[in-house]
């Protein structure tokens, strides 16, 4: 059974610190990793994937890859009580065939 | 419209009733998902559309049944529910191709609920 494992939280944060949000998946063909936003009652939001080990940039929003550790992380800088927020990590196995954990719950405190 | 539309957004059916839920996605996409998101579960994957075929059907009972007249609508056909069928079900679309990574883009949802 292929998994993506993530810790439920809550993950509490002050105000304008960083909050580190991590996962690890089983399958080692994994080709894709992505990271979602889901507020209370809507839809997840793409916020950003990687694919390549190391680390990928996009604005407050750090994503970090290592391969051989079957490990995904998400960091988001000056954390805004807007963030507060679940968190889905999704990795894309093979095929058309993406596998969703169950998300990180952020509490983001002004 | 923009992104990835769903109707209705709130559904509330009998056990014995017939209905249907509908995705359109304007993103000019050639892959389009149903999963389903029940309290305190991981989403799960229920059927894949790549260019109008099925290539993905991931156990799901018969009394799910998707359509996908053309690359830009997809539709969930329900009967016969159970009560553990109530879920927020989630539309999704990708652009597949040989260079890209496939990023998936959720519509609104419909709120189902099997009473």
């Known amino acids: 059974q292929k998994e993506v494992e993530q810790n439920s939280g809550p993950l509490s944060v002050p105000e304008g610190a960083i909050a580190s949000l991590n996962c690890t998946y089983s399958?080692?063909?994994?080709?894709?990793f992505f990271w979602y936003r889901q507020y209370s009652g809507k839809s997840p939001e793409l916020i950003m994937f990687?694919?390549?080990?190391g680390d990928k940039e996009d604005g407050r929003f750090t994503a970090q890859l290592n391969k051989a550790s079957q490990y995904v992380s998400l960091l988001i800088r000056d954390s805004q009580p807007s963030d507060s927020a679940t968190y889905l990590c999704a990795v894309r196995t093979g095929g058309f065939k993406t596998i969703f954990g169950a998300g990180t719950r952020l509490f983001v405190k002004a | 419209e923009t992104g990835v539309t769903q109707t209705p957004r709130h559904l509330v059916m009998g056990m014995t009733n017939k209905k249907s839920l509908k995705c359109e996605q304007h993103?000019?996409?050639?892959?389009m998902y149903w999963y389903k998101q029940s309290a305190k579960k991981p989403l799960e994957l229920m059927f894949v559309y790549s260019l109008e075929e099925r290539v993905e059907n991931n156990s799901v009972p018969s009394r799910f049944s998707p359509e996908c007249p053309n690359s830009s609508h997809l539709f969930l056909h329900l009967h016969t529910l159970q009560p553990e069928d109530s879920a927020l079900y989630l539309c999704?679309?990708?652009?597949?191709?040989?260079?890209?990574?496939?990023?998936?883009?959720f519509g609104p949802g419909t709120r189902l609920t099997v009473t």
């Open positions: 999704a679309s990708s652009q597949e191709s040989l260079a890209g990574v496939g990023e998936q883009y």
């Open positions: 399958d080692r063909g994994s080709q894709s």
């Open positions: 990687i694919y390549s080990n």
């Open positions: 993103l000019g996409h050639n892959a």
